[in-house]
């Protein structure tokens, strides 16, 4: 295993533990419990992917089934702190969901992260622009919320065009660039988890 991946492994763990924490210190909202949850099923899809690798077993199955409830998840969570345009989090549920019926299984991974990814940066968008416009722009710095839309804005908008090129990728060469975007996007949410309000409800 390179030093990278090691790196991105340990910063998905320390950001569940410190979400673990969090949510003891009195915030138990839903958007906190969510993300929690993802948190913890990144890392038991890590693991067991690595021991997958180790048994030389294909993980396709399990990065298939991990994809579907990540962005299930991922739109639940930003949909419960977006006040405006609720309709549009729904859209992207429907029809993320429905290419899990319509692609080929072969394809479905990439696909539906592609879409996924899509659908997880516009709605991080709408939340960003819903502080700017809102009194709360003075202080975004203590809300957890702004910092992991910003951590997912860093690790999925770039994953747009990279599995869309996916399929023309002749060697794994560039995964590189992915370890490196979810060490920033989970450093962001630790960030989030150290400094913002524990009492704050979202």
Known sequence: MSNISLLAIISQFAAALFGVFFFKRNN????????????????????????????????????????????????????????????????????????????????????QTVIGSLGTSVLAFMYLRQLLISDEILNYKKLLPFWVSVGFLIFYLPSIPFFSLFRYMYNRDLFFILKYLIILMNLFIIYGLITCNKEEKY
Do not use: C, H, Q, W
Not at 58 to 75: A, G, K, M, Q, R
Not at 83 to 96: A, H, R
């Open 28 to 111: 138990r909202s839903v958007f906190v419990l969510t993300l929690i949850t993802m948190l913890i099923i990144n890392v038991l899809v890590e693991a067991t992917g690595l021991y997958f690798l180790s048994i030389e077993k294909s993980s396709y199955f399990l990065y298939v089934v991990y994809t579907f409830f990540n962005f299930n998840l991922i739109n639940f969570n930003l949909g419960s702190i977006i006040k405006l345009k609720k309709k549009l989090s729904s859209f992207f549920l429907v029809f993320f969901n429905l290419g899990f019926f319509l692609f080929p299984f072969e394809e479905l991974f990439v696909n």
